[in-house]
């Protein structure tokens, strides 16, 4: 996942990088990485979890959409 789009699927769910590492108890240059990189794959579940992002949109190498998902 891009960081424009981990930036923008927080910002549509009215989070940002900060909200985020409190909620998931990590460090805010852990979230800052996902947001300028890619998150480690044990770490997507829990964002999906406390952000509604789904995994696939997270990190669609590991979890493709289905193409219900696709479509929308």
């Known amino acids: 996942m891009a ?3 981990l930036h923008h699927e927080l910002k549509q769910r009215g989070l940002n ?3 985020l590492a409190a909620l998931l108890g990590v460090n805010k240059s852990s979230v800052s990485r ?3 990189g890619k998150i480690s794959a044990e770490r ?3 964002v999906e979890r406390v952000a509604g992002i789904p995994r696939h949109v997270l990190r669609p190498d590991l979890w ?3 193409p ?3 479509a929308e």
Do not use: C, L, T, Y
């Open 3 to 5: 960081s424009s789009n």
């Open 17 to 19: 990088g900060a909200r």
């Open 34 to 36: 996902w947001i300028n």
């Open 44 to 46: 997507v579940p829990d």
């Open 64 to 66: 493709p959409a289905s």
């Open 68 to 70: 219900k998902e696709a």
